[in-house]
T-cell receptor
Framework: DTEVTQTPKHLVMGMTNKKSLKCEQHMGHRAMYWYKQKAKKPPELMFVYSYEKLSINESVPSRFSPECPNSSLLNLHLHALQPEDSALYLC???????????FGPGTRLTVL | AQTVTQSQPEMSVQEAETVTLSCTYDTSESDYYLFWYKQPPSRQMILVIRQEAYKQQNATENRFSVNFQKAAKSFSLKISDSQLGDAAMYFCAYRSRGTYKYIFGTGTRLKVLA
């Protein structure tokens, strides 16, 4: 299994809602990443987990809350988002000592 | 801090022709990796090719090859025999060994003309 899966594919939420994005991989990768990508822009790193512990937080607002419950799963909990948070949210994974990342298809989030 | 620069926002190539996408980077590290990723419209980002900085030999993957010039900090991607399916946004990316942070360039949108 060489893929990263993300659910849901699309999500529309109001500014008062609470929702979660889910990412899963079964490649044995112990580093997992969340990125935010606006249209025609490169991915912006949000969080990195290594060995299920948060390694990097790129000063992301607290309305985004990551969670890594086990080595295969990565969640991103969303609360009180703003319309400017609308974007494609990408999950990726890599081996700890590996080189490239493997990306999921993304969740397209719209905040109304 | 490391930076990655892609100076061509958009490129076009005729089907079956060859095109080269440019990427330059800045780093004080000696051990790092460079990548080209492809992101077709509304589709998944996939790795096209990677290069380890300590390897002098340029990486190749079928129709894709790189010209890695370490001293010049240049990492261009050549696509030979271009196909319609090559149309996508191409991102150059950098990662220092021992870190988890990948630094992406701003991307080059490649159009393939039939």
């Amino acid at each position: 299994d060489t893929e990263v899966t993300q659910t849901p594919k699309h999500l529309v939420m109001g500014m008062t809602n609470k929702k979660s994005l889910k990412c899963e991989q079964h490649m044995g990768h112990r580093a997992m990443y969340w990125y935010k990508q606006k249209a025609k822009k490169p991915p912006e790193l949000m969080f990195v987990y290594s060995y299920e512990k948060l390694s990097i937080n790129e000063s992301v607002p607290s309305r985004f809350s990551p969670e890594c419950p086990n080595s295969s799963l990565l969640n991103l909990h969303l609360h009180a988002l703003q319309p400017e948070d609308s974007a494609l949210y990408l999950c990726a994974s890599s081996q700890i000592s590996g080189t490239e990342q493997f990306f999921g298809p993304g969740t397209r989030l719209t905040v109304l | 801090a490391q930076t990655v620069t892609q100076s061509q926002p958009e490129m076009s190539v005729q089907e079956a022709e060859t095109v080269t996408l440019s990427c330059t980077y800045d780093t004080s590290e000696s051990d790092y990796y460079l990548f080209w990723y492809k992101q077709p419209p509304s589709r998944q980002m996939i790795l096209v090719i990677r290069q380890e900085a300590y390897k002098q030999q340029n990486a190749t993957e079928n129709r894709f090859s790189v010209n890695f010039q370490k001293a010049a900090k240049s990492f261009s991607l050549k696509i030979s025999d271009s196909q319609l399916g090559d149309a996508a946004m191409y991102f150059c990316a950098y990662r220092s060994r021992g870190t988890y942070k990948y630094i992406f360039g701003t991307g080059t949108r490649l159009k393939v003309l039939a």
